[in-house]
Every structure is written in C-alpha cells, then in structure tokens.
C-alpha cells in the first residue's frame, strides 16, 4: 500500500471583506504544519473506504474526492482508501480537507490521470472551500471563497504550540459562525498586506500582525473558550490565537525548547496539546 501524510493547517490571517451572493469573500495567509493524518492506498476494482473514527467515515470528504475524481476523468479504476485521523476534527485545523486533497494528489498519480495542479485544485473547491490551499501546502495567500490560492516563500523555522480545548462538537459550525459576522467585522485585507510585507522582508511574522476574524464571535460562541485561552497565558503563551473558526487555539515561536517547554506545562495540566512546525509547499 502507497502511505500518504496529510497535514493540518493554521491560520496566520483570516480576513472577511464582506458577502457577495451568499458567500463570504475572504483574504487569508493559511500554513501547513506537521501535525499528520495518514492515509494508506491500494489499487482495487472499486472505491472503499475505513477509517481509524468510525463515526467518520460516512459522507467522509475522502470517499467524495475519491468519486469527483473517478467521473470527471472517467477513470475505471478504483482504490481501497484506510485513513489513520491523528489531526483533531472539526476544531479549525483543517484535516478533512487535507484528507480530500492528498486523495486527490495521490490518486492523480496512482490512476496515472496527469491532471495538473490547478486543475486539480478547481476540482478541490467543488468539495471544501479549504482544499485548494491544501493542494499546494506550504503557505499561501488564499482569496475569494478559497479558490484562489497564491504560494508565498516559505516561513523561516517556526514553532507552534497548539491547544485544542476539550469542547462538544458543533454540527455546522463553520457555517454558524460565518452567520454571525456582520460588516462591523469586515476589514479591506489591511492584515494580509502588512502580513505579507513582513515575510518579504523578514521571512517571519511578528504575533501582533496576526488577525483571525473568528476571534470577535468565537469566544461567545464556544463556551469556557475564554477560559482556556486564559490557562494558555498562565501556562506563558505570549500571544494566542484562533485558528479557522475554532476552537483550536495556538501561540508560535521561533524557539523549540520554549514550544516543548509550554505544550508540558500544559499536558500535566490534563490538556490536550501539540508541538508542531512550520511546513514547506507540497513536493
């Protein structure tokens, strides 16, 4: 069987410009980093499909890139599919939709289809507004509803503490909090560009460039989430933010001893936590 990893993501800047048909048009600097899934490929005469949580392997983003795929190539081979999910789900790091476009990486080149990236990536969107960021990995400047993505040079090392409080999972969630942004919260991407000329110039971001919209409805809208940003600081976080629309929370720093050193500080206090880095554009 062919192993494939699967990175989360953050987000470094997450801006809204405002609402158009429905949607919400968005400026945003996303960062791949290597905190894992991991799925595993065997050609087969069909598509199925396990995972390590049963509870997620229905209506599973990688079954439905998977199919996309097979009929918009018209491809008549199959494949059998086993994701191993170590990425936390449905707290703001992306990893159904990294799921769905390692799929649709790998299966480009076990089904031998020769579509190209961007080709690739238009068929991303069709799935999940995240998918064509994943597609390219790295870091990128992603616009519009998510389907246009802009590769940026890579981050010198970086290091990120994350914290995943232990919350219920909300059905929707993404979709209810992007209903509670009104244009009081809209911005004209002032974040991004200040965001983007640091990297030019210094390859790194300082923490008070970074913006998360979420942030002005997402304390409200999850429960005791103020309180564990609150132990986050005790803990030492020097700066903490929300990645996606939550409720994951991370802080960086350009120092691993001082990321280890926090992520223990945290673990002994019973939490859920991760040390990850920074990751380079897919290969």
């Not at 597609?135 to 802009?150: D, F, M, N, P, S």
């Not at 429960?223 to 132990?231: A, G, P, T, V």
């Not at 001893?257 to 859920?272: H, I, N, P, S, T």
Request: proline share 5%; aromatic share 10%; with cysteine.
């Amino acid at each position: 069987m062919l192993t494939v990893y699967a990175p989360a993501k953050i987000n470094l800047v997450l801006e809204v410009l405002g609402k158009y048909d429905d949607y919400c048009q968005i400026s945003s600097i996303l960062q791949t980093i290597n905190l894992y899934d991991v799925l595993r490929f065997q050609l087969a005469e069909r598509i199925s499909f396990k995972c390590s949580e049963p509870s997620l392997e229905h209506g599973n983003l990688v079954t439905e890139a998977a199919v996309l795929l097979k009929k918009t190539t018209k491809c008549a081979k199959g494949v059998r599919i086993e994701l191993r999910k170590n990425i936390p789900w449905g707290v703001g790091l992306g990893g159904g939709s990294s799921d769905a476009a390692a799929t649709l990486l790998t299966l480009n080149k076990l089904w031998g289809l020769g579509l190209s990236i961007s080709e690739l990536g238009r068929l991303g969107f069709k799935l999940g507004s995240d998918v064509p960021f994943f597609i390219y990995g790295g870091i990128a400047l992603v616009e519009g509803k998510g389907e246009r993505v802009t590769p940026l040079s890579s981050l010198c090392p970086t290091w990120l503490v994350l914290l995943v409080p232990p919350l219920p999972k909300i059905q929707d969630k993404t979709r209810q909090l992007y209903s509670k942004l009104n244009a009081d919260y809209f911005t004209k991407g002032e974040f991004v560009h200040a965001v983007l000329a640091s990297l030019r110039q210094e390859g790194k971001i300082a923490p008070s460039l970074m913006f998360n919209v979420f942030e002005k409805v997402a304390f409200d809208f999850f429960q005791e989430l103020s309180e564990y940003k609150k132990i986050f600081e005790g803990a030492g976080a020097p700066s903490i933010h929300l990645s996606g629309s939550g409720p994951c929370l991370f802080t960086l720093t350009y120092e691993k001893k001082k990321a280890d050193k926090l992520c223990l500080c945290l673990k002994r206090q019973g939490l859920e936590c991760y040390v990850a880095s920074s990751l380079p554009e897919n290969s």
